[in-house]
């Protein structure tokens, strides 16, 4: 977090929802001798865009996890739908211009992703929101319903997020040369701040309630996305033993 911010208040949200129905209260779980949203937090604040971080809890768990650490604690209903809900409540509160979503189970976050994430709202007025990809190559993780893909257009804002493996290459000729065109969705989002707060009130879309990904609302309403390319896979922590693959890498 840089002191020479200069311009838009930048505020970074982090939700910390203690129940997950795969690995409950995975979000304080102990790694590297800390609980696992402290990483995702010092990583969050090294983004040089940012003015402010916090994390967003739903359980007093979490808050007595972290307050001890010195970090910023802001207790939410426990009701939320999503994250995105979770950080709109918090935002109605802040005087913020630019409200970042970096989830919580997202430990080795890259703080430049983040910035990177956060320019295209600095440098194009008309963008209401932004995210990231990385390139897929693992035949086996462009398959994979649970890796999120994304298209876009000449611009690099979204064209449609999808589960399936998209574009689909039609020509045996052009799957065997192996081109470079699908694309990770990085689940990290970047607000406007009343944007974020227009659009936590939106109903759900179809496709949205077809493919169950929320950011589709935002496409479906007519609204742009600016994704940003990036070098950074993301390594969420969803099971035990994505816990541990991410224990061994912060050891190394």
């Known amino acids: 977090m840089s002191e020479e911010s200069i311009g838009p208040r930048i505020l970074t949200v982090i939700p910390a929802r203690y129940a997950s129905t795969r690995f409950p209260g995975k979000i304080i779980a102990p790694l590297a001798g800390k609980p696992l949203v402290a990483h995702t937090y010092t990583r969050a604040i090294q983004a040089r865009l940012v003015s402010e971080a916090l994390v967003a809890a739903d359980d007093p768990k979490v808050r007595d996890a972290l307050v001890p650490l010195g970090i910023p604690v802001v207790m939410t209903r426990p009701d939320h739908p999503s994250g995105t809900d979770r950080i709109a409540e918090v935002a109605a509160h802040r005087d913020a211009d630019i409200v970042v979503n970096v989830q919580g189970d997202e430990p080795l976050i890259d703080p430049s992703t983040i910035d990177a994430a956060i320019r295209p709202l600095l440098e194009r007025p008309e963008v209401m929101m932004s995210t990231a990809r990385v390139l897929l190559t693992d035949p086996e993780e462009i398959a994979n319903p649970n890796v999120v893909k994304v298209v876009c257009d ?35 989002y970047v607000y406007r701040r009343d944007f974020l707060l227009q659009y936590a009130k939106m109903p759900q879309t179809p496709l949205e309630k077809l493919e169950k990904l929320e950011q589709l609302r935002v496409l479906e309403n007519g609204f742009k996305i600016a994704v940003v390319e990036t070098g950074y896979e993301a390594l969420g922590v969803d099971t035990p033993e994505d816990l541990e693959r991410v224990r061994a890498l912060l050891e190394n």
């Open 154 to 188: 000449t611009r690099g804002d979204a064209l449609y997020f999808s589960r399936c493996p998209i574009p689909y290459i039609r020509d045996a000729a052009d799957r065997a040369q192996s081109p470079r065109c699908h694309w990770q969705h990085i689940g990290l």
